[in-house]
């Protein structure tokens, strides 16, 4: 199996393939592989967004953004994306790049990853719960809701 490391400004183009392949795979939109790469070479070159990839060449990918958080002293993380290409899947690439998302995090101080999966994604929301994400929070009877607002 490939290593996984952080991808840099210089990668950007492969990030955004990859992005973009995802969102083709499933009918979402996207802006396309050249505004991608537009926004991922000045995104990538901070320490607010992070993109980990696995393999080389790079077959697969975690998008991780950080941000302050009055709740925790670190800052809290958002897997944004995780994606494997299809024909890879089941290979266990899936839990190598969910695992280093969760060493950078730590690395970091955090204590905390979040992340949003669709309702009908029934395997997302399997892959995740098998590695100990909750939507339900600890103590609580109600499941959490993620609302959004897009203008």
Do not use: C
Not at 96 to 115: F, H, K, N, Q, Y
Request: aromatic share 10%.
């Amino acid at each position: 199996m490939g290593e996984v490391r952080r991808a840099g400004v210089g990668d950007a183009a492969t990030v955004a393939g990859l992005l973009h392949d995802f969102n083709t795979e499933f009918a979402t939109e996207t802006p396309g592989v050249t505004v991608l790469t537009r926004r991922l070479r000045q995104r990538l070159a901070g320490d607010d967004l992070v993109a980990l990839v696995h393999g080389e060449p790079a077959d697969a990918l975690a998008v991780v953004s950080f941000r302050p958080n009055v709740w925790f002293d670190a800052p809290v993380a958002l897997l944004d994306e995780l994606y494997v290409r299809p024909d890879l899947r089941g290979q266990r690439i899936g839990h190598a790049l969910l695992e280093a998302v969760e060493a950078l995090v730590d690395g970091r101080g955090g204590r905390i990853v979040e992340v949003n999966v669709d309702g009908e994604d029934t395997d997302a929301r399997r892959f995740y719960a098998t590695h100990g994400y909750l939507f339900i929070e600890p103590g609580a009877s109600e499941p959490s809701y993620y609302y959004a607002k897009e203008w």
